[in-house]
């Protein structure tokens, strides 16, 4: 038996997350519909984390011990060749057999994308929010050093049954990126809770609109009340972009 570690990247406009689901198409079954094309088994397959129906990923890490001989190589050709055109294996490598996608998890990097135009981009539908007024973004870059440190994070995350215990995460960096007209959000942590990257979005949004004062962000934080933060931004702009393991 061999512990694999795949690392894949995937555009999630056409999927419904990452975990299987009765009456929709996700990349995991989408994964190990492929897998079992090659191998003809399906081994229990650990994914790095959840994501939502359209959401993406520059990098997503699933770990799976299998017994088939096949190279680590020829894998990641043959994953490649029966995968749907929304997913692909970038790399395929042994690791420990006590390694976990999820619980070896150090960390993990989130961009979200911002189409900042009064005319939206085709080439970017589903694949970006497109917002039409002007952003401040130096404005929200100083807001957004507020999320910066160790916090509990209930007023930045949609209770349900994923969520219990400690909502008390510790976040490395965020800052905010103009390129043109596509502004790049990126915040990196320890650990996330469900929805809340979009909702930390989602409330710079609001604050960069009026409809939140610049400055409360802290006092929305101590706050530990959803309530009090922005809406959750649309799944169409987020990207899983780096998981980490050490």
Known sequence: MRNLL????????????????DNALTVQEVFQNALYQIIHERPDIKGCSRTDSGVHANMYCVSMKIAHPITEDHLMMAMNRYLSD???VTDVRQVPDDFHARYSCKGKEYVYKVWNSRVRNPFLQDLALHY???MDIDKMN???????????????????KREKGDFTRTVKYFNIKREGDLVTFTVAADGFLYNMVRIMVGTLLAMNNGRIEFGTLP???EGENRKLAGPTAPSCGLYLNKVFYQ
């Open 142 to 160: 100083r807001e957004a050093q507020a999320f910066v440190g160790t916090h509990d994070f209930t007023s930045f995350c949609t209770l349900d």
């Open 86 to 88: 929304d997913v692909a």
């Open 219 to 221: 006092r929305i934080i």
């Open 132 to 134: 039409r007024y002007e």
């Open 6 to 21: 795949l690392t894949l990247s995937y555009c999630g406009k056409n999927l419904h997350g990452w975990q299987i689901q």
